[in-house]
Each structure stands twice: as C-alpha cells, then as structure tokens.
C-alpha cells in the first residue's frame, strides 16, 4: 500500500520535474520600440519581461506607451500575468499562458480584460530561437479577439540579443515590437 502511494506521487509529480527546454531562459528584460496598425496608426515605446519562479513556471509583463500619428492622444497598455512551460522536445517548450490586461486611453477609454494563450517556443541553435502563439483577448469595453503572435531572438551571446515580436489580431489590427533583450 505504501509503495503503491509513494509510486502514485512520484508519477503525479512526473509533469512538474521537467524544466525549460535547452536553449530557452524565462528570465529577460526587454525594451524597444512598439507599433500598432489599426484604424488609426500609433507608435511609442514597450517594456517586457520574464521571471521564472519553478523550472514550469513563470511570471511576466509588459507595458507600452504609444501615441497615434498626428495627434495628441496616447494610450497605456498594460499586461500581468502567470506562464507554464513544458518541454515536448529538446530543444522546444509548450507554452500556455493567462494574463490580466488594461488598457488606459485617459478618459476616452479604460478598461480592464485578460488574455489567454497557447504556443509553442524553440531554440533552433545557440544563436536563435523563436514562438508561435494562438490567443484570445477580451477587454470589458471592447469586444474580445483572438490573435496569432510570432516572434524571435537572435542572441549576440549568453545574455543580450535583439528581440522582435508581431502580433495579428482578428479584424486585421497588427501590434509589432523591436528591441534589445537582456537576459540571465
């Protein structure tokens, strides 16, 4: 009986013993320039991040300050969230994550939300890796939309390289971003 409990924990534990595939580090910071196409054009400046907390788990966010083209109104983006990775390969991780969202356009606009997404994140050598993600967002003033987001890395050595994301939202909306990436 003790040795059927004893097996019965070690193989629920199974799942949470595995880490982060080779190649992949879940702790970075990075910031660059951000854009949004839409309806109206904007641009500005992001700030991401990652802190693995367990070899499966994560905590990110992000922030991205853009104004649109010939005016004066800017809008916040914010997102905070929780990821869990698991190997499925050597070199390749799938990726889920859940994530709370804001979107601060002062007075025109606030409103709160969440993401949900599910991917895949690999390293092709020392020198590049790069993920696919398939979401959902959905925003308590604005109507929810999944998305598709790609994005790379091509790392100059152990911890910097320059980092580049696209993010495709149903309805035609594209959100890039571009920049340097530290990682540890």
């Known amino acids: ?22 190649g992949l580090s879940y702790n970075y910071v ?24 367990h070899p499966n788990f994560h905590l990110f966010g992000g922030w991205s ?19 869990y990775n698991h190997p499925v390969a050597s070199k390749v991780d799938l990726v889920t994550r859940v994530a709370y969202e ?5 007075s025109a606009l606030d409103a709160d939300g969440y993401s949900m997404e599910v991917g ?11 993920y696919a993600m398939a979401g959902w967002e959905d925003y308590e003033k604005v109507d929810g939309d999944f998305y598709g987001k790609v994005g790379a890395q ?16 149903q309805g035609g909306d594209k959100q890039w971003f571009v920049g340097p990436r530290f990682t540890w």
């Open 1 to 22: 009986m003790k040795r059927s409990l004893l097996s019965l924990a070690f193989l629920a534990a199974l799942p949470f013993a595995a880490s982060a595939a080779d």
């Open 30 to 53: 990075e910031g660059g320039y951000a854009k949004t196409d839409s309806v109206r054009d904007a641009d500005g400046w992001g700030l991401n991040g990652s802190v693995a907390i």
């Open 65 to 83: 300050h853009q104004e649109f083209d010939n005016t004066n109104f800017d809008f916040d983006q914010y997102r905070f969230g929780v990821g």
């Open 102 to 106: 804001k979107l601060d356009a002062g």
């Open 120 to 130: 895949v994140r690999g390293a092709a050598n020392d020198m590049f890796e790069g």
């Open 154 to 169: 091509a790392k100059f050595n152990q911890n910097w390289g320059l980092a580049g994301e696209v993010k495709f939202i």
